[in-house]
């Protein structure tokens, strides 16, 4: 048995302003407190409204880690997908969101780090460095991530194409990839809405994806995308 060691939590050391927009952020437990208030608040909100329902969640894997990939039309998109989640998976799920809209204003990004469990991508500065540190997260804490690959909202309520991002995460590791669809966000809150309508929402899981021997490379990444990205279209025919 190794000697036990003290290890400083990744966050030390940073501001609070800089803890809600930091990938490093740890979850105190006022944090966890009120992460699961809101939890509850957003779930009431989303079967009352929206009458909620969930298709496949059997599909999701016992234990993370783990990456829920979903098509991406509306705000409510990473609500939905958290809300679907059962309790033991719901302390260690982060959506990850757009930093320069989720992240930008320190209300803002206590908002999404608190209700949201959200982590920042800077779209505009997503290089590989940045991947990396997810990918290291994900592994290393064994987290749950939401993912939207096509990298920004639909504007027309139709899919567009996958980008390598995602495989740039799970390439060459077992962290499965479970395909999810969602239906009705995009009639309940486009992108040019300010207010949700009060329309049904449907999210469909799939079978978990494995991508252990997928090459760690530009042709994996793009083989990855192209796999999750059918697998997401076979799904909406069930919707």
Same mark, same amino acid.
């Given at each position: 048995?190794?000697?036990?060691?003290?290890?400083?939590?990744?966050?030390?050391?940073?501001?609070?302003?800089?803890?809600?927009?930091?990938?490093?952020?740890?979850?105190? +437990?006022?944090?966890?407190?009120?992460? /699961?208030?809101?939890? !509850?608040?957003?779930?009431?909100? *989303?079967?009352?409204? &929206? @009458?909620?329902?969930?298709?496949?969640?059997?599909?999701?894997?016992a234990?993370?880690?783990?990456? +829920?990939?979903?098509?991406?039309?509306? /705000?409510?998109?990473? !609500?939905?997908?958290?809300?679907? *989640?059962?309790?033991? &998976? @719901?302390?260690?799920a982060?959506?990850?969101?757009?930093?320069?809209?989720?992240?930008?204003?320190?209300?803002?990004?206590?908002?999404?780090?608190?209700?949201?469990?959200?982590?920042?991508?800077?779209?505009?500065?997503?290089?590989?460095?940045?991947?990396a540190?997810?990918?290291?997260?994900?592994?290393?804490?064994?987290?749950?991530?939401?993912?939207?690959?096509?990298?920004?909202?639909?504007?027309?309520?139709?899919?567009?194409?996958?980008?390598?991002?995602?495989?740039?995460?799970?390439?060459?590791?077992?962290?499965?990839?479970?395909?999810?669809?969602?239906g009705?966000?995009?009639?309940?809150?486009?992108?040019?809405r300010?207010?949700?309508?009060?329309?049904?929402?449907?999210?469909?899981?799939?079978?978990?994806?494995?991508?252990?021997?997928?090459a760690?490379?530009r042709?994996?990444?793009?083989?990855?995308?192209?796999?999750?990205?059918?697998?997401?279209c076979?799904?909406?025919?069930?919707?």
């Amino acid at each position: 048995m190794q000697p036990w060691k003290l290890q400083p939590a990744r966050d030390t050391g940073l501001t609070p302003a800089e803890r809600f927009r930091s990938v490093r952020r740890e979850t105190g +437990l006022l944090e966890s407190l009120a992460h /699961h208030f809101s939890f !509850l608040i957003l779930r009431i909100y *989303l079967v009352v409204a &929206h @009458r909620l329902q969930i298709l496949g969640r059997h599909h999701l894997p016992a234990h993370a880690p783990f990456i +829920l990939a979903t098509n991406h039309c509306s /705000h409510l998109d990473a !609500l939905s997908v958290v809300a679907a *989640l059962q309790a033991r &998976h @719901r302390e260690r799920a982060f959506p990850i969101a757009a930093g320069d809209v989720f992240f930008q204003t320190t209300p803002v990004s206590v908002f999404s780090a608190i209700v949201l469990n959200a982590l920042p991508m800077w779209r505009k500065n997503c290089g590989p460095h940045a991947l990396a540190e997810l990918r290291r997260k994900l592994q290393g804490e064994k987290c749950i991530y939401v993912i939207f690959p096509e990298g920004s909202r639909s504007r027309d309520g139709h899919m567009s194409p996958f980008k390598h991002g995602l495989g740039m995460l799970v390439a060459e590791t077992p962290v499965p990839v479970v395909p999810c669809f969602i239906g009705g966000t995009f009639e309940a809150l486009p992108s040019h809405r300010k207010i949700p309508r009060p329309t049904q929402i449907k999210i469909v899981m799939g079978q978990p994806l494995d991508f252990a021997t997928t090459a760690n490379n530009r042709e994996g990444w793009s083989q990855i995308a192209r796999s999750v990205e059918s697998a997401v279209c076979n799904l909406a025919t069930q919707s």
